[in-house]
Nanobody
Framework: VHLVESGGGSVQAGGSLRLSCTAS????????LGWFRQAPGKEREGVAV???????DYAESVTGRFTISRDNAKYILYLQMNSLKPEDTAMYYC????????????????????RGQGTQVTVSS
């Protein structure tokens, strides 16, 4: 399984970005997909997860601003990020759990089967 993120970049506070994660050679019966981020000098932080039944969870810090979605036909995972803040600056990673046993915000950053190489998001004030 190979995951490739795209869509990162630099934006001013209040702006928007949409991250994409393209997957190869895996079935969309995958139980859990998600995003986590890591800022310099900080620990990984779960951002959002989406399960095979379509249910979602978000970190409190992004609730109401970010939306996770998946395109089953194209094998693409998205993260729509609106009203971006400087504290959202980080490397963003998409990740996959085949069975979804740890499909929650706190455990997603460490309990994944595969992850991408990341895409940088920088938000300036």
């Amino acid at each position: 399984v190979h995951l490739v993120e795209s869509g990162g970049g630099s934006v001013q506070a209040g702006g928007s970005l949409r991250l994409s994660c393209t997957a190869s050679s895996y079935t969309y019966s995958t139980r859990c997909l998600g995003w986590f981020r890591q800022a310099p000098g900080k620990e990984r932080e779960g951002v959002a997860v989406i399960r095979s039944d379509g249910s979602t969870d978000y970190a409190e810090s992004v609730t109401g601003r970010f939306t996770i979605s998946r395109d089953n036909a194209k094998y693409i995972l998205y993260l729509q990020m609106n009203s971006l803040k400087p504290e959202d600056t980080a490397m963003y990673y998409c990740a996959l759990q085949q069975w979804g046993t740890y499909c929650n915000i706190p455990q997603m950053p460490s309990r994944f089967d595969y992850r991408g190489q990341g895409t940088q998001v920088t938000v300036s004030s």
